[in-house]
């Protein structure tokens, strides 16, 4: 059994309505070591695939994209929300719906960072609709870039995002994958 | 020279306004290796104050404070700015300043992780005007957890942050302490 999977089971809650409680280790207090472990292996995964960068979204994305990127020797760009005043004034901008926040949100990428040419490999804290995964795409694309690789720590499969990525063609690979969230239960693959 | 230092150098820009760019490495693209360089060396200066916790803000405190966290072999929380689903009710709430945002943020903390007797070392990219660090500081004392010491890639120190923190009475340590952004320049302490 995966780390994640071992952790999920021993430190996250299901809320019930699909909703995975892992604040505890993930996204509120996070486990450094935990993240480590987990970036090791998806760098393992896509060692192969060629990236030259790896992109994210704030927030909760940033702690496994930067140890993946870590250990692939490659910069991570995570995708902002609110433009701050540095980013210039023309940008990469789509709009993707937030799970957790129950709005759309904005994705923001300064082109000074990510440009035509780049392969990029997705790393995200969770795969489940699919939704953020697809404006990080639609932003990438729009810079002329190629996505090459899409890596989560957990997978909500009975949510649909694997088949919402497929006609993308490219590896995706989470270190969890959750099969169903009955009653209190929490099966994996 | 501090890498971080070496790395404004090359990599920063002064936008004026006392507004430093660092968008290429720390908050928007950030480079794991030099992360991992500043979280070892900020590890170092805080190894023998006993944290039990690190604490960080949300979003760009997040990378240096995992790496730092990682090193020392803690846990890291890192405050939100709005309330996930998976949050209880009953939260710590304070209101902060954000310098790039250009108004107030809420920082919330659940109480699952961060408790009386706790021992915190804050971890955050900037110490300018100290505001969004104090603003840490009231949450982790509302939890009747202590502050043992507070680290930053990089201080402004002529927007008075470590004045403003001197009432604290502990280790303030930054890893790049700008004196002066006159003009083009980028002075160090």
Redesign the interface.
Known sequence: MEPVEKRILKDGSN?GNG?L?????I???????L??VCGQELAARFADIGATKVLTA??SG??PA??T??YL??????A?K?K????PDQVFLTLAPSH???RMVELI??P??LSGGEKVLIIDDFLASGATILGLVRLAQTAGATIVGIGTLIEKEFEGGRQALAHLNIPVESLARITSMEGDEIRFY
Request: avoid cysteine.
């Open positions: 809320l909703i409680k892992v604040d505890g280790f996204n509120h207090q996070v486990d450094p070591g993240m480590d704030e927030i940033i702690a930067l140890m990127a870590r020797g490659l910069s991570v760009v995570y902002r609110s701050p005043i540095t980013m957790t926040k129950g990428i300064s000074e960072y």
